[in-house]
């Protein structure tokens, strides 16, 4: 099958919907698809062999955050020669609605469409008074996936229709065949996001760090993530900062190891979330999670069966729940085993499979309806043949 994914946001800035799109792409490709992904990105990007670059993105602020989208003529065009040249049997649309190559892709394309929703927000005017513009291009989509039951009413409440649930997948056995690293373990708490965006929650960790640190003396915690690092710490008393090791960006290896080291992964998100990639990671390499009580996060977590979860934004829950994990390896062995078995539900295994049974639907539904348009007009020409032959 020929298959091209549209990714709204740039591929130079990592994020969720970014890696979704990359290992969906590396996994159908592993099947024997052929895949092309449409990807804004900037010109010196480097970019693997199945992603095409859409053009420079520039910063939009977008569900809480910034995103890095791609909109405008040159876009348009290199989304048009992008569907001439692939000549693809299913075109996949992520965020459709985002003001990004995705709404671009749905007034050009022609055949199937798939779309798939990641966002999940409270009921926005801003989205209903779009919704007429968007309208004719989303009529256009054959099939709608949500990641999660939050995204899917997200979905009803501002566009209407409705959608199958697919969740986000992850490569299982790639994070938990990782080698811990001995520099990482030891009572570590571990976070990864982005440093500088409040709705990642590191500042309530960093509210919750002076009491968790005082009565566990050698806990420390591990972040990974772009940001201002001195501002990160700052509202921290002097002398615990240097219990706080910042680590930058790290690659996927090293963040598969940084989850297989810690004794407790923490995701202190305060909103904005739809499903949550990390905690699938983390569950994935066997850490034990504690997280916010996000809507999306409990269900992630099987409602805390497997991962212990906290009043969201609430500092001093954090740090009541971060230290009796810390003071527990029996309830921290359970959380594990727990969120090991769970977690096999989102490898890709499973969810590629599930995506590609949708894009069969569609295609199918085409061919049908192609066949039935060929049947029709051969059997006007018979008729008119008929017609001729009598008079």
């Not at 709404?103 to 209903?128: D, E, K, N, Y």
């Not at 919704?131 to 996936?145: D, G, M, N, T």
């Not at 700052?234 to 940084?258: H, I, Q, Y």
């Not at 199918?364 to 060929?374: L, P, Q, R, S």
Request: include cysteine.
């Amino acid at each position: 099958m020929k298959v091209g994914i549209v990714c709204p946001y740039s591929w130079d800035v990592p994020g969720g919907v970014q890696f979704h799109i990359r290992d969906l792409a590396e996994h159908l490709i592993g099947l024997g698809h052929e895949v092309s992904v449409l990807a804004p990105a900037d010109d010196d990007t480097p970019l693997p062999p199945y992603v095409v670059s859409a053009g420079r993105a520039v910063p939009v602020p977008y569900n809480g955050s910034v995103a890095r989208l791609s909109f405008g003529f040159l876009s348009a065009a290199r989304v048009r020669k992008w569907l001439h040249d692939g000549a693809f049997d299913v075109v996949h649309i992520h965020e459709p609605a985002a003001p990004s190559l995705g709404l671009l892709t749905c007034w050009a394309a022609q055949g199937p469409i798939v779309a798939t929703f990641h966002t999940s927000t409270a009921r926005s005017r801003v989205m209903l008074a779009a919704y007429p513009i968007l309208q004719p291009a989303l009529e256009k989509i054959s099939a709608r996936i949500a990641v999660s039951e939050y995204a899917r009413r997200t979905l009803v409440e501002h566009l209407g229709g409705d959608a199958v649930t697919i969740p986000n997948g992850v490569d299982v056995d790639f994070f938990a065949k990782a080698e811990p690293k001995e520099e990482w373990q030891g009572e570590t708490l571990g976070f990864i996001g982005r440093i500088d965006e409040p709705r990642k929650g590191l500042p309530v960790l960093m509210r919750a760090l002076p009491r968790i640190f005082a009565e566990r003396p050698g806990a420390r915690l591990l972040v990974a993530g772009r940001g201002d690092e001195k501002e990160a710490v700052a509202s921290l008393p002097e002398e615990l900062r240097s219990r706080v090791e910042f680590l930058g960006m790290v690659s996927d290896e090293d963040k598969a190891r940084l989850l297989r080291s810690v004794d407790v992964y923490v995701a202190p998100n305060t909103g904005g979330e739809s499903f949550g990639i990390i905690l699938v990671e983390a569950m994935s390499a066997g850490a034990p999670v504690l997280a916010s009580d996000l809507d999306a996060f409990a269900q992630v977590l099987d409602q805390g069966a497997a991962g212990d979860l906290f009043a969201n934004e609430d500092a001093d829950a954090l740090a009541d729940a971060a230290v009796r994990l810390l003071g527990d390896a029996s309830r921290r062995a359970g959380l594990s085993e727990r969120g090991t078995a769970h977690v096999r539900r989102f490898d890709w295994s499973t969810v590629a499979a599930d995506i590609l049974a949708v894009y069969e639907t569609v295609t199918d539904g085409a061919n049908a309806v192609a066949a039935e348009d060929v049947g029709e007009r051969s059997g006007l020409r018979a008729r008119a043949r008929a017609r001729m032959g009598r008079e």
